[in-house]
């Protein structure tokens, strides 16, 4: 089996397939990529047993028909290293040949059969969601997850979808991220009666391959595994199990104030603010007085610090304390013009931080005793 293609399209490929592929696993067959050759294409396959990926090498030579194995580590350290364009894979038995330029690699190759099996995707009854609005409401929600969570199914993003919208939701139960978009159906994809919840690894790596791509995400839900294909490439994983949290019992309907705010000048003073902070004492007085919001913290052994923020207030003052980690986690996924709504009702219930676009975010305050 033989193949020709660019170096910088085999690297980049590898390099996606390799963010599924486990760095320790009692599996030593999962340290390996499936690389399948066939049609004038080649398709990069790797797994974890729960999340896979198959990822398509654009620009490929070859007339061959089959598929090896080979070792992510050593074949990824070899591509960087590399500096010819073009890339020749040859496969003998149980040997691989790697040679670009005057550089040639053999490496040993386990038997493709150990390896298992990974679907691709067959649907043709699928949700269709803009690539680049996906990508911004999983940046803006994956944060709030709790991997370490083994209450309920908070270790991964809530998706909901219907033929006109889809819905992101998580939660370590301390905040939630939530936001709205635009989705389409193609065929007559079944509403899920509960919603699916997906590991945040398996979101973080839709995230990260959809890169700069424009084209549309399709998504496939099944009763145990929910797909993604974006282009040429497919990730698929299993479903959280366990219940989530219903996030709309936790959603203010109604507040006393309303502070509109840009994202960048605030999320600057909540950086100050973070800095005369520590383990004992996080949190971060937010003062609201007439025309202005005032940020003060004190730590021992440490200091205190006083930013003040010109801000349009005119009700009575109010003190709320929050952690700021939770606040600068929200900001920093936003564009510094952003315009932020500030929601809050008093200092003992949750405030709400919103933009124009669909997002929401719920953080309870700390206490202040």
């Known amino acids: 089996m033989q193949l020709q293609c660019q170096r910088g ?39 974890d047993s729960e999340i896979s990926m198959r990822v398509e090498v654009a620009g490929v030579e070859t007339e061959s028909l089959g598929e090896t194995l080979l070792p992510t580590a050593r074949v990824l350290s070899i591509l960087r290293e590399l500096s010819d364009d073009t890339v020749r894979l040859e496969i003998t038995g149980d040997a691989v040949w790697i040679r670009c330029g005057y550089s040639e690699f053999r490496l040993s190759a386990e038997d493709p059969a150990d390896f298992p099996p990974v679907a691709g995707f067959e649907d043709e009854d699928f949700f269709v969601v803009p690539a680049a609005i996906l990508r911004q409401m999983i940046r803006r929600t994956i944060f709030a997850t709790d991997v370490e969570s083994t209450r309920y199914a908070l270790g991964g993003v809530l998706m909901e979808l219907s033929s006109e919208r889809i819905t992101l939701a998580a939660t370590d139960s301390r905040r939630l991220a939530l936001m709205h978009g635009v989705c389409s159906a193609n065929g007559s994809p079944q509403v899920a009666a509960t919603a699916p919840v997906v590991p945040s690894k398996a979101m973080t790596l839709v995230e990260r391959c959809l890169g700069d791509a424009e084209q549309d995400v399709q998504i496939a839900v099944h009763p145990n595994d929910i797909a993604f294909r974006c282009g040429g490439t497919v990730i698929s994983s299993q479903l959280v199990q366990g219940r989530f949290p ?59 610090s006083k930013i003040e923020l010109p801000i349009s207030y005119d009700d009575a003052d109010l003190t709320i304390t929050f952690d700021p ?25 949750a405030a709400v931080l919103a933009t124009d676009d669909g997002y929401s975010y719920v953080i309870m305050p700390l206490s202040r005793d």
Request: net charge positive; proline share 2%.
């Open 325 to 349: 980690r939770y606040i600068s986690d929200f900001l920093r996924v936003l564009d510094g013009g952003t315009s932020v709504k500030f929601q809050l009702i008093d200092h003992e219930s």
């Open 9 to 47: 399209s085999l690297t980049s490929a590898f390099q996606a397939v390799s963010g599924v592929v486990p760095s320790r696993t009692t599996k030593d067959i999962l340290k390996n990529v499936k690389l399948q050759v066939g049609r004038g294409q080649a398709m990069l396959v790797g797994t």
């Open 246 to 304: 219903d996030y709309r019992k936790v959603l203010p309907t109604t507040f006393n104030s309303t502070v509109e705010l840009v994202a960048s000048p605030f999320y600057s003073a909540v950086r100050q603010s973070q800095i005369v902070t520590n383990e004992e004492s996080r949190g971060v007085d937010f003062t609201f007085s007439k025309g202005v919001l005032r940020l003060s913290s004190q730590a021992a052994d440490v200091g205190q």
